[in-house]
């Protein structure tokens, strides 16, 4: 890292489904050991995110793949808002079940996509769906679904403005994420509210 004095560096052990290895190091300050592997901070980030899948050689995204990070980190975001969405629409008998880490799975068109999800559920089985989807075909665009509907998307701030190479004072930053995130999260609550009215149950 710039200006970082530290000689005491550790390679990147992350290595890929393909089979290639991250080529990169930094010292213990500025990297992170997970269960006694040392990882650099993207792929450290990338290893918290996919949980137990990280055990699996053949789940592990490519080395530039920072989607399943991008979609924990919009699930850090939104958790407590869509546990409360689903809690307060919850039925007699209805609880909530929440994915402990990014998931992979295909879309209609069998792309891959990684997702998080939050589910109200009976002894029947599902009654309704929330989740965090981004696809690796377009990994920049993140996609709520509640049930079957995609109910809003969008590029966040910080990605849009990193594609364009523009920068911004802190201020505008923090304003910028809070509307991205408030458009989520009313788009969310709008979706649980209409379900509820028309009680419909959405498919997965």
């Given at each position: ?44 980030s990338t290893v918290r995110a ?76 599902l009654v309704l769906r929330i ?74």
């Amino acid at each position: 890292m710039p200006g970082c004095p530290n000689s005491d560096a550790l390679s990147c052990e992350y290595r890929d489904r393909r089979g290639h290895l991250c080529t990169l190091a930094f010292c213990p300050h500025h990297g992170a050991v997970i269960k006694g592997v040392s990882y650099c901070r993207r792929h450290a980030s990338t290893v918290r995110a996919i949980g137990p899948l990280a055990t699996d050689p053949n789940g592990l995204p490519d080395l530039d793949d920072r989607t399943p990070s991008l979609v924990n980190w919009i699930a850090r975001e939104l958790d407590g808002h869509i546990r409360a969405q689903l809690e307060a629409a919850a039925r007699e008998g209805e609880s909530v079940v929440i994915d402990d880490a990014v998931r992979l799975s295909r879309d209609s068109k069998r792309n891959l996509r990684w997702e998080r999800s939050w589910r109200l559920v009976e002894h029947t089985g599902l009654v309704l769906r929330i989740s965090i989807q981004v696809s690796e075909e377009n990994d920049a665009l993140v996609r709520i679904n509640v049930g079957s509907e995609m109910v809003a998307d969008g590029i966040p701030p910080w990605i849009a403005r990193r594609r364009m190479g523009e920068d911004v004072d802190v201020a505008i930053d923090v304003a910028q994420r809070q509307l991205f995130y408030q458009y989520l999260r009313e788009s969310i609550a709008k979706a649980v509210a209409e379900f509820r009215r028309s009680d419909r149950r959405y498919a997965r």
